[in-house]
């Protein structure tokens, strides 16, 4: 069964410390994703990567930065987590290129910036 | 950004009625997605149609795409307790189809 799981359901940190936020699929996708998800803005997508060591901005990658040493893990850094950093971050994957082919969506992470 | 917009932003309905969602977008586009969001819980993908389709059928589900207008609909036919969730049209980054760009979604409420 397809799965991308995320390290964390719920996180809660402090200003200013770094944050790490990792995705893991098991379904050798070349391409993986995050996105943030607030209440009237939708989904938001931060990054992308569409090859190990690859990795393209989205629409907000400001405060972010993204590493993919592997293929099947993709990790989300908040250098310096601000509270306006606070959201539901949901990672992705697909097979091929995303706007072909279906993305598997991880449960989410609830991340409080405190 | 391209992002798609969704109407209506909430609709409650009883079961056993349809429900309705629209989906408008901006840009040129190879195919569009619909995707269902459970409270708290990650996406998953409903239907795929492409750009030179203009109505697909999954189950219960009806997709409809008019790329002269940018728009596509989701219809939920005799819908039940278990379809209320948010509702999120995507669409493509670029013409290259690297990403997708999703909408700010329908929540849908179904009431027994």
């Known amino acids: 069964d397809v799965k991308v799981t995320q390290s964390s359901r719920y996180l809660v940190k402090r200003t200013g410390e770094k944050v790490f936020l990792e995705c893991v699929q098991d379904m050798d996708h070349e391409n993986m994703f995050w996105y943030r998800q607030d209440p009237g803005l939708g989904l938001r997508l931060i990054y992308f990567s569409y090859d190990v060591k690859m990795k393209e901005k989205g629409d907000i990658p400001e405060g972010y930065s993204v590493s993919r040493e592997k293929k099947e893990r993709f990790s989300l850094i908040l250098e310096s987590a601000s509270t306006n950093q606070t959201s539901m971050y949901l990672c992705?994957?697909?097979?091929?290129?995303?706007?072909?082919?279906?993305?598997?969506f991880g449960p989410g992470t609830r991340l409080t910036v405190l | 950004s391209q992002q798609g917009e969704e109407d209506p932003q909430a609709l409650s309905i009883q079961e056993g009625e349809n429900a309705t969602m629209n989906c408008s977008y901006k840009?040129?586009?190879?195919?569009l997605q619909w995707y269902r969001q459970n409270s708290g819980r990650g996406l998953v993908h409903l239907i795929l149609i492409r750009s030179n389709e203009r109505e697909k059928h999954s189950g219960r589900l009806r997709v409809t795409l008019d790329t002269s207008k940018k728009s596509s609909s989701l219809l939920i036919t005799a819908s039940r307790a278990a379809d209320t969730a948010s509702y999120f049209c995507a669409t493509v980054l670029d013409q290259a189809g690297t990403a997708l760009i999703f909408g700010k979604g329908t929540t849908l409420s179904v009431s027994s």
């Open positions: 992705a994957s697909s097979f091929g290129l995303a706007g072909f082919n279906e993305q598997f």
């Open positions: 840009t040129s586009i190879n195919n």
